[in-house]
């Protein structure tokens, strides 16, 4: 008698495929390339928790692209990646400086804070980005046991508003830090998205630039789950493995995460995707732009486009396509882009926006 499963099920399909929408990049599905290295890596027995030929193979592929030193650590999203990471260059009394529209700071239910046990130093920043000078605000008082201490700097490549840093605006940040003692985290949810804007390989703004560890993204840029620690600096960096079973962040079955970037990583499908998704976003802005009385207000360098536009014509927007507030007072709304976004999904929407506007 045959054991193997059959592959009818009795799921039912809930949702209509054509449908989309620019509330985020994580509405998309999963990207065929990557179903089918989920259904290479099924069947048969592996070595569960990490110990198995696909996390193993994972090692040389982050290497491929971070280099000789980086060691991958696959989590179940992103939130355990930056908590996971942040614990690992931070003491029970350190603290982290950050941009005040920080992931961690705006969108993580203050899970940086409450499971990764650390204080977060949020600064106002101009489109999303930390500069030394803005570090400085609140790199100070590492004598003072009054004070949570500056032990971190995290950045966000791209920034939650869609804005790229350079390498070398990164380089910078890196050395200001490491020459006041501090480490250098890199929340690289989109970094694929950075390095297709760019135009330079993912070490260009990591490893090079002296960034210490990152969290990887794969979830906004195809994978079905999953996102990577990778450590590029061992030296900067104690007890990730336990870290990371304590933060609830290992996976028994991780081959499946570890196939996935492997799809991801090995040819050029990250780049592909992302180029995309960039591109698309481009094209919905140079839309909008020519719609009068909508303002783009940060410079669209990745799959991100943040607007400004009458609240009642938003609100009428939405019940159209799904997308968020940013800043519902003001009237900021944040459209984005993904993988399988198309031309004619965007000059749809681009259409409604000019339809809306028209009924002012």
Known sequence: MSTTPSAATDAIRRHDPELRGFASDNYAGTHPEILAALALANGGHQVAYGEDDYTAHLQDVMRAHFGPTAEAF???????????????????????????????????????????GLKLLAVPTEHGKLTPELIDREAWGWEDEHRAQPQVVSIT???????????????????????????????????????????????????????????????????????????????????MKHLRKLSMQLASKMRFVSVQFEALLTGDLWLRSASHANAMAARLAEGVRAVEGVEVLHPVQSNAVFARLPHAVSERLQKRYRFYFWDETAGDVRWMCSFDTTEADVDAFTAAVAEEMAKR
């Open 74 to 116: 696959p989590v179940f999203n992103g939130t355990g990646a930056n908590v996971v990471a942040l614990q690992a260059v931070t003491e029970r009394w350190g603290a982290v400086i950050c941009a005040a529209s920080a992931h961690i700071n705006v969108d993580e239910c203050g899970a940086p804070e409450r499971v990764g």
């Open 157 to 239: 490549q791209t920034t939650e508003l869609g804005t790229c840093y350079t390498p070398e605006e990164i380089r910078e940040i890196c050395d200001h830090a490491h020459e006041r003692g501090m480490k250098v985290h890199l929340d690289g949810s989109r970094a694929a998205n950075a390095a297709a804007s760019l135009g330079l390989p993912l070490r260009a703004f990591t490893t090079d630039a002296g960034v210490d560890l990152l969290s990887f993204g794969g979830t906004k840029n195809g994978l079905l789950f999953g996102e990577c620690v990778v450590v590029l600096n061992p030296g900067a960096v104690k007890a």
